[in-house]
């Protein structure tokens, strides 16, 4: 199993749908991100937690929540998508500034 | 705050040619790392090196080399006789002791063509 695992992988959903995006890990790290891909704009950082009572908002959090259930699942949702929420979305976990990230699969969302 | 600047966006070389990704980083923390990862077409992103900031030596992987240079404020990576296999997406990023997220580079995109 991966350590670090996204699901759905594939996603298309229509405007104003309601969807969440899951993430759990076995690397047993506290830190968990939630990043956007978008062409040329490189990784841009959602939201954050580094426990389970500790959740902070990045750069691009607005249309965007996130609940981390336990140290080992952090969710990602989209209240009401709008097509511009159409990027890769990666979640990824560590265990300090130190050791850079260990990032899962990704999961591609479309929204039309 | 941190910035890491990847000024090449694309890049296409003839396979078996050198090639070499810039990366500039901006930090105040005077302890930090920077990393390069790579992302196939395949859309995964594979971590490739990791560098603390008082290590200065070069490191070479096979062909593939990063040069660090604190006094320039940068971290390059050099792939030797490129393959095909090397296309893809490369991500320089940085990690400071103050900061609590890993800043991300643009990305330069590869193109390696046979």
């Known amino acids: 199993d991966a350590d670090v695992t996204q699901t759905p992988r594939n996603r298309i959903t229509k405007t104003g749908k309601r969807i969440m995006l899951e993430c759990s890990q076995t690397k047993g790290h506290d830190r968990m991100y939630w990043y956007r891909q978008d062409p040329g704009l490189g990784l841009r950082l959602i939201y954050y937690s580094f426990d389970v009572k500790d959740i902070n908002k990045g750069e691009i959090s607005d249309g965007y929540s996130v609940s981390r259930q336990a140290q080992a699942k952090f969710s990602l949702s989209l209240e009401s998508a709008i097509p511009n929420q159409t990027a890769l979305y990666f979640c990824a976990t560590s265990d300090s500034y130190r050791s850079g990230y260990t990032f899962g699969s990704g999961t591609r969302l479309t929204v039309v | 705050a941190q910035k890491v600047t990847q000024a090449q966006t694309e890049i296409s070389v003839v396979e078996k040619e050198d090639v070499t990704l810039d990366c500039v980083y901006e930090?105040?923390?005077?302890?930090?790392?920077l990393f390069w990862y790579k992302q196939p077409p395949s859309g995964e992103l594979v971590f490739l090196i990791r560098?603390?900031?008082?290590?200065?030596q070069n490191e070479i992987s096979g062909r593939y080399s990063w040069n660090f240079q604190k006094s320039t404020s940068s971290f390059n990576f050099t792939i030797t006789a490129s393959q095909v296999v090397d296309s893809a997406v490369y991500f320089c990023a940085l990690s400071g002791a103050g900061s609590y997220q890993l800043t991300f580079g643009k990305g330069t995109k590869l193109s390696v063509i046979p």
């Open positions: 930090t105040r923390d005077t302890t930090y790392y």
């Open positions: 560098r603390n900031s008082f290590d200065e």
